[in-house]
């Protein structure tokens, strides 16, 4: 069974820094690629920033471009999100979210459960 675990979230100032972890178990994990993806109350799910197999790609929402690093550790079967200088249109639930296939989709076969980040002062 395919699990993701995610944790990392809070609340932070306007301006802080957090990082989520996803853990990743139950499959061969440089066989998928993997992102992050964040809901805000009354807004789609938009893809945040995801990574390929390798970490050889990436990809970066505009919004995040510049503030955020996806990283990715396969020996340890994770994914981080580095989030700095972070703005109160940051505050959503935040996904990891993977699949063998295809790349940073909504589609991804396999999703965490969500982790809240609040920007507020």
């Not at 069974?1 to 440089?30: I, M, N």
């Not at 964040?38 to 990436?58: D, F, M, Y």
């Not at 959503?92 to 699949?99: F, K, M, N, Q, S």
Request: charged residues 20%; hydrophobic residues 30%.
């Amino acid at each position: 069974e395919v699990q993701l675990q995610v944790s990392g979230g809070g609340l932070v100032q306007p301006g802080g820094s957090l990082r989520l972890s996803c853990a990743a178990s139950g499959l061969t994990f440089d066989d998928y690629n993997i992102g992050w993806f964040r809901q805000a109350p009354g807004k789609e799910r938009e893809g945040v920033s995801c990574i390929s197999k390798s970490g050889g790609s990436t990809y970066y929402a505009n919004s995040v471009k510049g503030r955020f690093t996806i990283s990715r550790d396969n020996a340890k079967n994770t994914v981080y999100l580095q989030m700095n200088s972070l703005k109160p249109e940051d505050t959503a639930v935040y996904y990891c979210a993977t699949d063998s296939r295809i790349f940073c989709s909504r589609a991804s076969d396999y999703w965490g459960q969500g982790t809240l980040v609040t920007v507020s002062s």
